[in-house]
Nanobody, 123 residues
Framework: EVQLQASGGGLVQAGGSLRLSCAAS????????IGWIRQAPGKEREGVSC????????YYTDAVKGRFTMSSDNAKNTVYLQLNDLKPEDTAVYHC????????????????WGQGTLVTVSS
């Protein structure tokens, strides 16, 4: 059974930081690209970031560039998203997702999705 378990969300003040984790199981972690998609209240899902399993390259949507950083620990089948300098507009449920192609992850068309973790940023 494929599982993508996101954790690490919470309530933080603007300017604060959080680290999200996504623990993956049930598929070949080394073959899949994993990324993050968020959905703010009343808004459509937005592709946030993705990390390539082949070379570790990362992609970020413009709204988070310079503030969010992805990393991967292949030994633990886990990816991380470090969120710094958080803003109220970052408030959303953050889901991790996996696919063979990063473009499909950030395009919200990934093969595998996990339950999200809620990030709330107060002003």
């Amino acid at each position: 059974e494929v599982q993508l378990q996101a954790s690490g969300g919470g309530l933080v003040q603007a300017g604060g930081s959080l680290r999200l984790s996504c623990a993956a199981s049930g598929f070949a972690f080394d073959d899949y690209n994993i990324g993050w998609i968020r959905q703010a209240p009343g808004k459509e899902r937005e592709g946030v970031s993705c990390i390539s399993s082949s070379d570790g390259r990362t992609y970020y949507t413009d709204a988070v560039k310079g503030r969010f950083t992805m990393s991967s620990d292949n030994a633990k089948n886990t990816v991380y998203l470090q969120l710094n300098d958080l803003k109220p507009e970052d408030t959303a449920v953050y889901h991790c997702a996996a696919d063979l192609i990063c473009a499909l992850v950030v395009g919200k068309l990934a093969d595998y999705w996990g339950q999200g973790t809620l990030v709330t940023v107060s002003s």
